[in-house]
């Protein structure tokens, strides 16, 4: 395998990688603790598990390498240089690795605790910070203006200003790489969903009361994959109140380093969801499940929350979860179609879930369920990884697609929004470079299972 341009030379993992630097250590309430840093004891085992090890062969794109990388700026012996960032940034935070680590390294969370430090005592490109501000601390933290963002996006799409853009080179005297970004552009719903205190009761005997997120993302991308997720919560029993005061559930900032912007996001959701009393919190989207799973460690010390941030952490489950642990109605109506089942890598290895999915499209009347090759490779999506790593995200994501295709499956089903954009790019530029259209389709196991409802 061949480098990727500007890239390092692997440092070993077991000898010091440069000389004495002047960093003076990780530190601060985000930092990663040494008892977690130091548990890996270089094994290896992760190597195979690790998708930018895969591609590129370098020592310094896998976790071992990282994890030494870590080590040596946290001992001084590195400074925390542009191309050590370099290697962080290249991180997917997928969390296979853990699956393969006989030592339990808890790396997705070590992960997180360095970004943190990356943007505590460096200072990265005047684009960058700018980038990250608007993404990260205006428009996540405020669906109004993530609403009023995606329908300047849609009139964007749907005027003549994208033409205009594209055609008279505009795009390219923008900073980064906005030519790509244009592309990548996600088609968004036609009418968006919002949670404002609605209820929609049970159907039938009510088993239980659940706060349902909106989300972010899913929300403007997904918004009738979410309606599908009421229906099919309410046919099971389950009465959904969709809180008001609830947003963004801040995975995207704690993963790019920005854990206080996260915090002030997740302390909105609790207050929200704990306001509705509910038997259980659900998510429909694999990494939002996984992000307010994981909010007692997020409020590790934050004291005034904790204890609700836990009990948050306590009552969320995913979509899939729930909806096994409430023993779904198995539908009636018949879908004659073959399906593919794509795990999403925070529903796989932050969650461990696998069985339930599978055990929903298994029980549609009709459905032929395939497997798919490299079910532990991610698909490259990882939140604003495939805006950021544009070249790393797009390898893996026709890496993903083949394995797709290969199974002819005429539908890949999935349970993440991030993963279900970069399923449908990567599907349609294959498709592109053949001369064709995608064959393969992408929709939400829940998708699936609320149209075979509605031929009951």
């Known amino acids: 395998m061949t480098e990727l341009p500007g890239q390092a030379p692997p440092p070993s993992a077991d000898q010091p990688v440069g000389p004495p630097g002047t960093f003076p250590g990780f530190s601060g309430p985000h930092a990663p603790h040494e008892s977690d840093l130091y548990r890996c004891v ?3 085992f992760c190597l195979q598990a690790c998708p930018t090890y895969l591609e590129t062969g370098l020592e ?6 990282r994890i030494a990388l870590m080590k040596a700026v946290n001992e001084g012996r590195l400074d925390m240089t542009p191309a050590v960032i370099g290697h962080w940034d290249m991180c997917l935070q997928c969390r296979a690795c853990e699956l393969s680590c006989p030592s339990g390294v808890e790396y997705g969370k070590i992960m997180e605790a360095t970004r943190s430090q990356v943007e505590q005592h460096t200072k990265r490109p005047i684009t960058e910070r700018v980038a990250r501000s608007v993404g990260y601390k205006t428009l996540l933290s405020s669906p109004v203006k993530l609403r009023m963002a995606g329908t300047a996006l849609k009139i964007y799409k749907k005027t003549g200003a994208r033409a205009i853009a594209r055609g008279t080179g505009l795009l390219k005297l923008l900073p980064g790489d906005a030519v790509m970004a244009d592309e990548y552009l996600p088609e968004l719903s036609k009418k968006f969903f919002t949670a404002k205190g609605q209820v929609h009761p049970a159907k039938g005997v009510r088993k239980a009361k659940v706060a349902m ?3 972010c993302v899913m929300s403007l991308t997904h918004a009738e994959t979410l309606e599908a997720t009421v229906r099919v919560l309410t046919r099971n029993g389950l009465e959904v109140h969709l809180t008001a005061g609830q947003g963004c559930c801040g995975a995207l900032n704690t993963h790019a380093g920005e854990p206080d912007s996260a915090i002030e996001m997740a302390k909105k959701n609790i207050d929200s969801f704990l306001s509705a009393n509910p038997d259980a919190i659900v998510s429909a989207s694999a990494g939002c499940g996984a992000a307010m799973k994981d909010y007692g460690e997020l409020f590790r010390d934050e004291g005034e929350y904790a204890e609700r ?5 306590d009552l969320t489950r995913d979509i899939h979860e729930l909806l096994v642990e409430y023993d779904f109605e198995p539908p009636a109506g018949m879908l004659d179609v073959t399906v593919t089942y794509q795990d999403p890598c925070h529903l796989l290895n932050a969650q461990r879930i696998t069985e339930a999915p599978r055990q929903i499209l298994s029980s549609i009347p009709g459905l032929k369920l395939v497997e798919l090759g490299e079910p532990a490779i991610c698909c490259g999506s990882a939140g604003t990884y495939s805006i ?5 995200s797009a390898r893996l994501g026709k890496r993903k697609a083949r394995n797709v295709i290969a199974t002819g499956a005429e539908i890949v089903a999935t349970g993440n929004p991030g993963c279900a954009m970069q399923l449908d790019f990567a599907l349609r530029q294959i498709a592109n470079d053949e001369s064709g259209e995608p064959t393969t389709k992408v929709r939400y196991v829940v998708d699936l299972l609320d149209a075979a409802y509605a031929l009951d």
Do not use: Y
């Not at 310094?60 to 390498?65: I, L, N, T, V």
């Not at 950021?388 to 790393?392: F, W």
């Open 60 to 65: 310094a794109e896998s976790p071992r390498g």
């Open 309 to 313: 941030a836990k009990k948050v952490a």
């Open 388 to 392: 950021t790593q544009r070249e790393m």
């Open 213 to 215: 997120l909106a989300g």
């Open 42 to 44: 270089h094994c290896g």
